[in-house]
Structures are given as C-alpha cells and as structure tokens.
C-alpha cells in the first residue's frame, strides 16, 4: 500500500520506496562528504602539530647552541685566567 503512495515532486512521481532510496542516498553521501571534511580538518591539525614540533626544536636547537657558545667562551677564559696565574708564577 506505501509503494501506491506517490508524491509530486519537481513535475515527477515518486513512491515512498524512491524517496527512502534518495534520501538515504543523500545522507550517505552527507556522511561522506562530512568524514572527508574531518579527515582533512584532522591532516591539517597534524601538520599543523608538525610544524610547531619542528619550531620547538629548532629553537631549543639554537638555545642549546648558544648555551654551548657561553659554556665554550667561559671554558676559555677560565683556561686563559690559569695560564695567566701561571705565567706569573713562572
């Protein structure tokens, strides 16, 4: 008795079972449409991670390189001080 049913749309006859199968096709590919729009929203915030990891350590890269460079000028000066100590001893 549904399939009897018919509804005009757009100048066309539809029955209940061509409306279930286009509306179930147009959720289907809402949900589709939807997934993909995550998964991309999803590949952008990984990259987005990636490039922020990427400038942490590129920074701590450059503070540790610094750190290195004050360590080295201090070793050196500390050197330069106790051979001088020593040269007046001499």
């Known amino acids: 008795m549904q399939n009897d049913f018919t509804q005009k749309t757009n ?4 029955d ?3 409306i279930r199968l286009y509306s179930k096709d147009a959720i289907e590919k809402s949900v589709d449409f939807s997934k993909t729009q995550i998964e ?4 952008m915030s990984i990259s987005q991670a990636k490039i922020s990891a990427s ?7 450059n503070d ?10 201090e070793a ?4 330069t001080n106790k ?3 020593i040269a007046k001893k001499i």
């Open 16 to 18: 209940v079972s061509q």
């Open 55 to 61: 400038l942490k350590v590129q920074e701590l890269f």
């Open 11 to 14: 100048g066309m006859s539809l």
């Open 83 to 85: 051979l001088d100590s």
């Open 76 to 79: 050196q000066k500390l050197l």
């Open 40 to 43: 991309y929203i999803n590949q």
């Open 64 to 73: 540790n390189k610094k750190i290195n460079e004050m360590v080295e000028n």
